[in-house]
Structures are given as C-alpha cells and as structure tokens.
C-alpha cells in the first residue's frame, strides 16, 4: 500500500535567475537558527521548522499542559509547558511526542515525560469508550474526531482495524501493522484470522497519510479489495476503509470505490 | 510500571491507567487498591474518569485527583480536533528561497545544515553541524537522523559567515558521495545550497546533476 510511489521531484523551472535574498549591509541580528547552538556530533539540537503564521495552540492548551507539569515539577510549569507547546505546536502534539523528542525539552525528565504519556493514553484509552457508546457508523463526525485523537501525530503511516459486533458496535480498536513512510504491509489473511478471534462481524480499515494528503492510491484500493475478498470468504463484510490525513478524511465507502 | 507505560502503554491495564493518575494526585503509596475500587464503582476507566467531581470527593479522594480526571477529559477534547501542524513546502526554489532569507540576511556561525523533507517535500526538521567536521562522520549522522525522522528527500544548505557565496570542490564532492549513499535509502538531494552575504549558489542551477 503505497501513499507515493516515489518522492516527489524537486521543481525546476525553465529559467530561474539567481535572485540575491538582500543587497546592502548585513545586520548582526540573531534569527531562528542563529540561536541554535551547534555542538559536536551526537549532541545536535534538532531545530523544530518555525511556524510560518502565528502559534496554532489556544491559551487553554498552555493551561492544561502547565496544570499537568506543575505536579510533577518543583515550579508552576508555565515555562516548561510553552517551550513544548512551541516545539509541537499544540497539546495533542505534545501528548503524542516520541519520549526521546519529549526529552530534549527542559523541565522534560522521566516524571514530565510519564505524565504526558499517562495522559495521553487515558485520554485515548476514553475517546476510544465514547466511540464504543454508539454504533461506529452512526456519525462521521464522531468517528472522525477519534480517528484523529489516534493519527493526527503519527509520522509514519499506520493501519489499523476497527472491529464492529453485529450492531455496529465498536468490539475493539487494534494496529495491524505499521510502516516505513510510503508503504505499510497489509495481509488480509491477518485481518479476517483477527476478525474471527474476536467474533466481529463487520471491519472498518483505517490508515493515515502522514503528509496530510488522504488521496487514495491505486495500492490503496486495490488492497481493500483483497482484504474485502479475503473477508467475504468468512462472511465478513468490509464496511468502509477510511484514510485519514490532515483535518480531511476520504472514505472509500462515500466516494463510492469499494 | 512507568517502564512499562513508557514502553507500551497499550498493554497496560486499565486500573494500572487509574493507578498512574492517582499518583499525580496523592503522596505516592500504594494506589492499586483505591484504582480497583473506582473501577468497580464507576463501571470502567471511562466512567472512573468522566465521574462528577462529587462523587470523587466522596470516596475520600483528594480534589487532586478530581482535578487529574479532569484534566485527562480535557485533553481528549483537544485531540479530537488534533490536526497536524502545516509544514513548510520546500519543493520548489522559491519556497526554500522564502525560508531561507532570514537566515542569507543575517550573519550567523558558519554552518552545514540539513533540511529534511518528507515525500510531499514538507519540512520535517533540520540539524546542523560546524562545516569542518569530517565529511564522512557528518555524512553518516544526518542520514541516521533522515531516517529517524522518515525524511524521503533533503536539501544541505552551507551558510554563514561574512563571505560571498562560492562552491567549493569540497560541495561538489560531499554532494556526490551523500547523492550516492542517500540513493541506497531511498532518499533523493535536492540540492546543495551555499548562502553568505546575503547572496546563495545552488549547485543545481550551477551545473551539479541531481
């Protein structure tokens, strides 16, 4: 299952004429990278890329965060919180951080990093209870909104499965597999064994595409397909395959290529 | 059993989850009691956890822990409208050009930096070093952070300093040898780009193949 088949070219225009960024004195001001401190290898400070606009995080984000830090922190954890909010650019970012990445941040030690991990899978752990109150494909909304408490932050591409009992009901939220950038390993095979162990009915199949972009690729399709053939052999029903990318979502059943 | 919820905190039970919480609001001791019977009382961690305040309170719980459940709520809210942050577009010169003019306007430390970018050429981060360390250590550094960071694509910019912009031999040759072993990974150059004096070369435009 590819999202592209390869990376993309880098543009070249015919004729591009070599502009200079400034003509005149250059000024000692410091900038972004300036600041950045460059040490010897294996100690390098990672340079998060500057948000172009201004900060995406609202001030309850830093609150929360702050509340969070503050016990487990000697101060009021302000400080702590908006470093981090800065660095991942909003809370569900932070929650969802690599703990090496967390770690890197001042005021980040095992008992920051813990806490942000403990609340972060409690929350999961709850928003997957609120999709389980009511049939998975009652509301898009709500299935949509808990798609993106798991994915929003996940880097590499990710598949999961959404196993529903005869009602629609959510029996269990599992990752079938995980991959390098552009391609995750799929065997249908592993869904239906899976589906028939924890005596679901019907599947929902959920991937991301970390770039953002949920166009479908034509290896996308054409795995749902076997996985929906794969399924039918066990009168399994694929409902829907949804592909999750930034604040949009395709889903194969609406768009009507299942 | 933090070890474990820093490992895997998928496999952790959903009283130890309650457990952990309780710690964030008690004097640690032992918590595993007290997590099993909020479970009981509340049905599950959910219902333990979207419990009025109230009812906590009642259980001879401190408003700590009110306050942790609380708080945990909270943030589910928030990543229910998680979006991803928007990245920076680097796939083209006049984008790089764009993000690189703070840096070609101001003087800085001399540097050899990396920016890696993913398969849609958005920005995933940058490292850099000081530009005379030994090539093939630097080499090897960055394309551990490439993949680290599942970069499908990079473009090394050499900046800083007061001097006019020159490619060097040195460019041309790292830029072969990276081209060469980023190839092997799947991981295209873009480009090797040298700013300075508010001016920048590509080595692209200069003739280097891509």
Partial sequence: ?258 | MRARLLARPEALADYEIVEMLLFLGIARRDTKPQAKALINRFGSLAGALQAPPADLLDSSLPQAVADAFALVCEAAGHMAKARPRDRPRLGDWAALEEYLDPRARAWQPPSLAVLLLDSRNQLLAEHAWPPDLHWPEVQRDLLREALTRHAGALVMVRSGGAAAPVLREEDRARHEALKRAAGTLSILVHDWLVLGAGDWISLRQAGGRA
């Avoid at chain 1, 592209?4 to 003509?23: G, H, I, K, L, N």
């Avoid at chain 1, 922190?73 to 569900?92: H, I, K, M, N």
């Avoid at chain 1, 609340?119 to 998975?136: I, S």
Wanted: glycine share 6%; aromatic share 6%.
């Fill in chain 1, 1 to 258: 299952m590819q999202e592209v088949a390869v990376p993309e070219r880098f543009e070249q225009p015919a004729e591009q004429p070599r502009r200079s960024f400034y003509a005149g004195p250059q000024a000692p001001a410091a900038t972004g990278f300036s600041e950045a401190p460059l040490r010897g290898l294996g100690a390098l400070l990672p340079v998060e890329p500057a948000a172009s606009s201004s900060p995406s995080f609202e001030p309850a984000e830093g609150r929360l965060l702050a509340r969070l830090l503050c016990t487990v922190l000697p101060s009021d954890g302000r400080r702590e919180a908006l470093t981090a909010l800065r660095r991942f650019g909003s809370l569900a970012g932070v929650l969802a951080a690599p703990e090496a990445e967390l770690r890197t941040l001042p005021g980040f030690g095992t008992h920051s990093v813990a806490a942000v991990k403990l609340v972060h899978e409690a929350a999961l752990r709850l928003a997957r209870a609120t999709l389980a109150e009511t049939p998975v494909l009652d509301s898009r909304e709500r299935l949509y909104a808990y798609l993106s408490a798991v994915l929003a932050h996940e880097r590499i591409e990710q598949f999961r499965i959404l196993f529903l009992d005869e009602a629609g009901m959510l029996r269990a939220d599992e990752v079938q597999g995980v991959g390098t950038v552009n391609h995750t390993p799929v065997y249908p095979r592993e869904v239906v064994r899976r589906a028939l162990e924890l005596g679901a009915s019907a599947v929902v199949l959920v991937h991301n595409h970390p770039s953002g972009d949920p166009t479908p690729s034509r290896d996308d399709l054409d795995m749902t397909a076997s996985v929906q053939e794969a399924a039918r052999a066990l009168s399994i029903i694929v409902r829907d395959h949804v592909i999750v990318g930034a604040g949009r979502w395709v889903s194969l059943a609406d768009a009507g290529l299942m």
